[in-house]
């Protein structure tokens, strides 16, 4: 399950040791961040404990009205659990631009819903841009037809990209926001309005609900990149494999690790080469 909440906490900690108290009692494994500005998190169980995780945290006042997202896994996807405390719930590394209140951050996007968004493409067509909010790696497998991805590794790298002059040429058109679950494009769709982009939409929900409502009939092509074990979902039979293989440029979306433990940077392997080899390496360890 995948859900966060912008909102206005006054005691992270006390709200970090109630979560993780919980999901111990509970079962439940994954990663759940605070800061004073909300709560970031993704969590798997069994479907008994994860609905009872959900009925207690919607029981916080600031938390009840949180979206939270479902995926079919099988309880077991995430090794550990991790409850932190840190500066931001996504780390853009600005802390202090970014403003909350009761109804989410202060000067972000608008929200656009999966409906919203295909009514402003037969509306302005060529003129709307996708941006992606993730790291540059995950649309290797799948992403918005024609969208522009940042060259981001890691996400604080956004500030230095959008700072960098390459995308001043959007800042007049209606730029669309997308990330996995809705929260990066949130705080992006904000800084890109703090750094003079004028019309700025983000994905309500992200590309999970829009995949939910098109599947693979929209919009988006490939697959979702997911950081557990899965690695990957897909949302119907006949989507199109955009990912191909870093050492025979085959198609694949297989996501693996490379084998460099100072590296372990995300290449595409095809089964061919993964069985073939004895070791998997990117290309600046092999």
């Known amino acids: 399950m995948l859900f966060y909440k912008f909102t206005p906490l006054a005691d992270p900690d006390a709200i970090r040791l109630w979560q993780k108290t919980l999901c111990e009692d509970l079962g439940i494994t994954g990663r759940i961040l605070l800061s004073e500005h909300g709560i970031n998190a993704t969590v798997g169980g069994s479907l008994a404990a994860i609905k009872r995780y959900l009925r207690v945290t919607r029981e916080y006042p600031a938390f009840k009205d949180i979206d939270f997202k479902w995926s079919e896994g099988d309880g077991h996807d995430f090794p550990r659990l991790s409850v932190r405390v840190r500066d931001e719930i996504v780390t853009f590394g600005v802390p202090g631009e970014l403003k909350v209140d009761a109804n989410g951050v202060i000067g972000g996007g608008q929200h656009l819903s999966p ?153 595409l392997v095809c089964d061919t080469c993964s069985q073939s080899r004895a070791n998997i390496l990117c290309s600046n360890c092999a």
């Not at 060529?126 to 790291?135: A, I, L, S, T, Y």
């Not at 990066?184 to 309500?204: I, P, T």
């Not at 990957?232 to 979306?253: Q, W």
Request: aromatic residues 12%; contains cysteine.
């Open 115 to 267: 409906t919203a968004l295909h009514e402003l493409v037969e509306q302005r067509g060529d003129d709307v841009v996708f941006f992606d909010g993730r790291n540059a790696f995950e649309a290797r497998i799948g992403k918005f037809r024609d969208a522009v991805v940042p060259e981001v590794k890691r996400t604080p790298d956004f500030i230095t990209e959008l700072e960098s002059g390459k995308y001043d040429h959007l800042k007049d058109k209606p730029v669309v926001t997308y990330c996995t679950g809705g929260i990066r494009c949130e705080v992006l769709s904000a800084l890109m309005k703090n750094r003079g982009f004028s019309e700025v939409y983000q994905l309500d929900g992200g590309i999970v609900r829009y995949c939910e409502k098109y599947r693979d009939k929209g919009l988006w092509d490939g697959t979702l990149y997911v950081f557990d074990k899965r690695l990957k979902m897909e949302f119907g039979p006949e989507h199109d494999v955009l990912g191909r293989c870093d050492y025979c440029d085959s198609p694949t979306e297989e996501f693996f690790n490379c084998d460099n433990n100072f590296c372990r940077d995300r290449i």
